[in-house]
């Protein structure tokens, strides 16, 4: 997520508050452009995008799916990142009481 927002900031030319904030709004429309541009270059190609982290370029292609997965099956409407791990707790939570 937090690569995510870097490239969305980037894109935007706007200021990443992420850290500042503890949390940030992430346009859907712009989360699936995002994550079509990722889906559709190799790894070397991902490497340059802006925002990206070269550490991160080969895996968050896994990543962008399973967002993508997750936010289009439950119909997700809005996107809020957290700084914190709270994401991953609220998904645990989540699948445990289904």
Request: some cysteine.
């Amino acid at each position: 997520f937090d690569t995510i927002v870097d490239i969305y900031c980037m894109q935007e030319q706007i200021p990443n508050t992420l850290k500042e904030t503890k949390e940030f709004e992430l346009p859907l429309a712009a989360y699936f452009s995002i994550h079509q541009e990722l889906i559709g270059k190799n790894n070397e190609e991902r490497i340059q995008i802006d925002g990206m982290l070269g550490d991160r370029a080969e895996m968050i292609v896994v990543a962008s799916c399973l967002i993508y997965f997750v936010s289009t099956r439950l119909g997700i409407e809005k996107m809020r990142v957290s700084a914190a791990s709270l994401k991953e707790g609220v998904l645990w939570e989540w699948l445990h009481n289904i």
